[in-house]
């Protein structure tokens, strides 16, 4: 009993607590509140009036820029009306001074119109004065018109023949004194410093044997040697009844040096079979190869040109087996290229240039036989393939009249070409060759009008030509002799130059009874 009545009582006094918390929670909130809306009603009071200055504020500086543009613009139509007004002036006095022209030009086209009537009135009288004359000319002359025209032409143009016969003398006579000194020293002093000895070679197409005997070694049993050879080569046997020789047919020279050496090797070896034929044919290209690349390295090296293009230089070293009339190319490239750099010195320009293409002008004899056309074009396309500067490319293209020389290094290398090949045993061509040569030359000569005979003499180096008085004179003779030169150049191939030398004479023929 007693513990319900405390359990009672603590009840009661806990609900008297929370209703004295609340009370008191409810009484400090009320406070809290009151204190809070105080707070912000002062805020509010403060934000408002804080924004009504910020507002007059903003109100005051808007009008300041207001102002401001105002004035700017004020003065900005100002100085626009003044530009307006400058340019109404200027206008105006451009069409005062249009006007004054007009009126100038109306003058002057009256005045115009006026000397142009008179002009055209002067000119009816003179040609009517004109006719007159003609008229009379023809009278006192017993020429018509047309008659006397086409004697005025021809007088006209005998005259000026002769004149242009004797200026091209008189040029050509002062080119000779002038031109011929120096391009003799030039060429003197750049022979001179290249003293080289000059080798004339051929490819060698005979080789010797021990005896008969290695004929029929070579030839082998049913042929098979001899076949093995010639397809591994490409080059073709000729074994004849020349004594203790085999005769090697090619159009490639490096195939037949690479016959000449296997051949060679497997005479002195003495086993001929074909895979010992194989393998001396492999054992000899890799010797020609060698040679090739040694051979290309030391003609750049002894001209003193560098960055040459590898597949160049190899090029070059296939010029070792080749040879043109007799003369050996890459012998023959190697020394034009000297003369060319020894001339260029003496011109006092760069060499370099003149060397490189002196050295690469005759490239595309390298390949000539297995490329269709000309080696010059073949050389162009070579160098233009290898990126060869473009005075070099014009220099090979040039050397040889194909194209006109523009440059002086082309022109150079064309004089050492020549020089190259007119050398004493040099080149050699054979004799059917060279009296076709011969018999074309005087050809061409005896066909031209005016020539009563002609020879050919210094191996064909000069044209003696002996002309016929009565049909060429004297001041004809230098355009005639022109016209037989461009002849020849057109239809003939031949190295060096040739000199026309023409002769007219006159004799007189009596006799004393």
Same mark, same amino acid.
């Given at each position: ?18 209703i ?13 509140i ?5 707070e ?27 102002l ?10 100002? =100085?626009?009306? $003044?530009?307006?007004? %400058? ?11 249009l006007? %004054? ?25 003179? =040609?009517?004065i ?94 098979r ?18 004594p ?5 047919s090619? !159009? ?9 050496? $296997?051949?060679? %090797? ?26 090739i690349?040694?051979?290309?390295e030391?003609?750049? !090296? ?12 190899r090029?070059?070293?296939?010029l ?24 260029? $010195? ?57 194209v ?15 020089? $190259? ?64 030169? %461009? ?5 003939l ?11 007219? =004479? ?8």
């Amino acid at each position: 009993m007693d513990t319900i009545i405390k359990l009672i009582i603590g009840v009661v006094c806990l609900i008297i607590g929370v209703i004295v918390g609340i009370l008191y929670r409810k009484n400090v909130a009320e406070k809290t509140i009151g204190s809070a809306e105080q707070e912000a009603t002062r805020i509010i009071n403060e934000a408002i009036k804080s924004g009504e200055t910020k507002k007059r504020e903003a109100i005051l500086e808007a009008k300041d820029e207001i102002l401001k543009a105002r004035t700017e613009a004020d003065r900005e139509l100002k =100085e626009r009306r $003044s530009e307006v007004q %400058k340019t109404e002036h200027r206008l105006h006095q451009k069409e005062e001074a249009l006007e %004054k022209k007009s009126d100038a030009m109306e003058r002057k086209s009256e005045e115009l119109s006026r000397k142009i009537a008179q002009a055209q009135k002067t000119q009816e009288e003179s =040609e009517q004065i004109r006719a007159e004359q003609i008229a009379t000319l023809e009278r006192l002359s017993g020429l018509t018109r047309d008659e006397a025209k086409e004697y005025l032409v021809t007088s006209i143009e005998n005259e000026a023949k002769h004149d242009a016969a004797l200026k091209l003398r008189e040029i050509n006579q002062q080119m000779k004194e002038e031109a011929e000194s120096t391009a003799r020293e030039l060429i003197t002093t750049a022979i001179q410093r290249y003293a080289a000895d000059q080798v004339s070679e051929s490819t060698v197409s005979v080789v010797p044997l021990p005896n008969d005997e290695m004929k029929g070694r070579i030839i082998g049993r049913e042929g098979r040697n001899i076949r093995a050879l010639e397809n591994l080569t490409g080059v073709d046997l000729i074994i004849d009844d020349t004594p203790e020789a085999i005769t090697l047919s090619s !159009f490639d020279p490096v195939r037949r040096e690479v016959a000449r050496l $296997s051949l060679e %090797k497997l005479i002195l070896d003495g086993r001929i079979h074909p895979p010992r034929i194989a393998e001396m044919v492999q054992k000899a290209q890799k010797e020609v190869d060698q040679v090739i690349k040694s051979e290309g390295e030391r003609a750049t !090296f002894e001209t003193g040109i560098h960055g040459i293009h590898p597949e160049l230089v190899r090029l070059l070293g296939r010029l070792h087996y080749r040879t043109s009339y007799g003369q050996n190319v890459l012998l023959h490239s190697i020394e034009v290229a000297h003369i060319a750099g020894m001339l260029a $010195s003496e011109l006092g320009i760069d060499p370099t240039i003149a060397r490189r293409a002196g050295l690469l002008h005759d490239i595309g004899k390298a390949v000539d036989h297995e490329v269709e056309g000309s080696h010059v074009t073949i050389g162009v396309d070579l160098a233009k393939r290898y990126k060869e500067s473009q005075p070099v490319i014009h220099a090979i293209a040039a050397h040889h009249g194909d194209v006109e020389p523009t440059t002086v290094e082309a022109c150079l290398v064309q004089a050492a070409d020549a020089i $190259s090949a007119a050398r004493p045993g040099a080149r050699r061509e054979n004799l059917e060759n060279y009296i076709k040569r011969l018999e074309k030359l005087e050809e061409i000569a005896n066909t031209t009008p005016g020539v009563e005979r002609s020879y050919a003499i210094q191996a064909g180096r000069e044209l003696c030509i002996i002309v016929k008085p009565e049909e060429v004179t004297d001041d004809s003779m230098t355009l005639l002799a022109r016209d037989i030169a %461009k002849h020849i150049e057109d239809e003939l191939d031949y190295p060096g130059q040739i000199k026309i030398n023409m002769v007219r =004479e006159t004799r007189a023929i009596d006799y004393a009874k």
